[in-house]
């Protein structure tokens, strides 16, 4: 019989973060956190193309805006994280809990959001041109104003959600699927 090991995270401080973001910048080696626990950490400004953050929970961090070109988030547990104004291109967000985050006024082209929970996300003015939200819970969310060009919707919760409606007569309309009022 097969037996599972439990996912054990360990708590990461400030200092050794620090160290292991300029590491990566300066060895232009794509940074790599796991099973890991980040508190109150201010990531804004850096650059962290092709940073992987699997199975790690955030706790009130920022990533004001960072450059976040093809991320991967896998299995984030990060509720009210600040991405605004954040630059994202060609990334994948999964399994994630995201809830009440901000992403005001952030760009995120061609970032693929699947199975994630994005309850009262803010996406207020943000520029989601092509990306795609799957199976994902954005129940009052707030799209007011955000850019929605070719951007899909399939399979989500989208009660409550806001800026959503009105953006049937744009131009270039944004696809909903199976979505759930």
């Known amino acids: 019989m097969r037996t599972i090991k439990p996912i054990v995270r360990t708590e990461m401080p400030q200092d050794v973060l620090f160290r292991r973001l300029r590491r990566g910048k300066a060895g232009n080696v794509p940074v790599i956190m796991q099973h890991l626990i980040i508190r109150r950490f201010d990531f804004s400004g850096f ?6 953050f699997y199975n790690t929970v955030l706790d009130r961090c920022s990533f004001h805006g960072c450059d976040l070109a093809e991320v991967m988030f896998g299995e984030l547990r990060a509720a009210s994280i600040d991405f605004r104004g954040a ?11 995201l809830r009440s985050s901000r992403f005001d006024r952030s760009v995120f082209h061609r970032v693929h959001f699947f199975k994630c929970d994005l309850t009262l996300a803010a996406f207020t003015r943000a520029d989601l ?18 850019r929605l060009d070719a951007v899909e919707f399939a399979g989500c919760h989208i009660r409550g959600t806001k800026g959503l409606q009105a953006h049937h007569l744009a131009f270039e309309p944004a696809l909903y699927t199976q979505h759930q009022w």
Not at 47 to 52: G, I, K, Q, S, V
Not at 87 to 97: F, G, H, K, Q, T
Not at 129 to 146: I, N, P
């Open 129 to 146: 041109k092509g990306s795609s939200f799957v199976q994902c819970d954005l129940s009052f969310a707030d799209f007011t104003d955000a």
């Open 47 to 52: 650059e962290l193309r092709r940073a992987e």
């Open 87 to 97: 630059r994202c291109r060609d990334a994948d967000v999964v399994w994630s809990l």
